[in-house]
């Protein structure tokens, strides 16, 4: 009997030393898949790595492997750009394994998950999950800088400036810090841009009044001509022949010259409606080329004074054949 109970025994202990053999040996061979999983990640094949993660996974039973399977899948996902499966992934990591190492790292990466897909809100919400658990942690000046990121693409630039400094001030360290001057950078001509769009704005409207009140003139002085052109013409045959030809050659000779600079102002006006369209299309988008926007309204001011000194000729020439008629009388 007490053999028995020693062959029994014998043949307990060699089946379990026999499964750890075999536990041991397939934990090895994932591990190797693993090492060998993050190896196509490191090189660009996200693709090749997402399958063999995924095969990872599914078949671990150790913690640490099927935990580090998962957090490289999130990864994976999101160097695809497919932030739905990303955030899916380290969520389940979150819930199964809180107390393993790489928690803080999830979190952080839910944030920037969330911000690649817009989810600004949810980003919020992670990045203050991280900085709250891990005020002092590793990527504490990283999710400053994330959280900053949402601010700036909601147009809150004050806000985020802030944000920036404290990254470039109390982190110089991180991996953002540079990245935050240039965003400093940036802000600044964001509030040159507005100033700008003032400007361009105030502008247009300036040009708006001074070209309506050109054209206004300009009617006004067609008015007078043509009126005049009619009074001599009523008035012609209470004059002789000779008066008669030498005031039909003057009358001529300036309806010629009136006739240039009628075509000069219609050149002019064409000139001035395609730099009235450009300042109005740069008063409602900023293009981020203060000189060219410089360059118009100086372009616009010289063809709207050019305007007017034709517009003066056009009423000098008037008020010489008005006196030309009242001397023929």
């Known amino acids: 009997m007490k053999r028995l109970w020693c062959l029994t025994l014998l043949l307990v202990v060699s089946t379990v030393l026999i499964s750890g053999q075999a536990f041991a040996q397939t934990g090895n061979a994932q591990i190797l898949q693993l090492k060998n999983a993050i190896e196509l990640f490191s090189t660009g094949r996200f693709s ?44 389940l990591y979150l819930s199964n394994y809180p107390g393993m190492y790489r928690i803080p790292e999830v979190i952080y990466q839910m944030g920037r998950c969330a911000y690649f897909k817009k989810d600004y809100e949810k980003a919020i919400q992670y990045l203050t999950m991280y900085l709250t658990r891990y005020p002092e942690g590793e990527f504490a000046g990283n999710s400053i800088f994330w959280y900053a990121e949402t601010l700036f693409d909601a147009g809150k630039y004050k806000e985020a400036e802030a944000l920036y400094n404290v990254v470039i001030t109390k982190y110089p360290s991180s991996t953002k810090a540079e990245a935050s001057k240039y965003k400093l950078i940036i802000i600044g001509l964001k509030y040159r841009e507005e100033e700008l769009l003032k400007l361009l704005r105030w502008s247009h409207e300036e040009a708006l009044k001074t070209i309506d009140e050109f054209q206004r003139r300009e009617k006004m002085y067609e008015q007078a001509i043509a009126a005049y052109q009619r009074q001599l013409t009523g008035q012609l045959p209470q004059t002789s022949s000779t008066s008669q ?68 000729l056009m009423e000098f020439y008037l008020q010489k054949m008005i006196e030309l008629q009242g001397a023929k009388k």
């Open 245 to 312: 030809s030498e005031l039909l050659a003057t009358i001529t000779n300036l309806n010629k010259q009136i006739e240039d600079l009628t075509k000069q102002l219609a050149l002019k006006d064409n000139e001035l409606k395609t730099l009235q369209a450009r300042a109005q299309a740069q008063s409602t988008s900023v293009t981020g080329q203060p000189a060219a926007t410089s360059a118009t309204y100086t372009n616009l001011a010289k063809l709207l004074a050019l305007k007017e000194q034709v517009l003066l």
């Open 48 to 91: 090749e790595a997402a399958l063999l993660l995924s095969d990872i996974y599914l078949a671990a039973q150790a913690v640490d492997i099927k935990s580090d399977a998962l957090y490289w899948l999130g990864l994976t996902q999101m160097a695809l750009e497919k932030y739905d499966e990303a955030l899916k992934y380290f969520e």
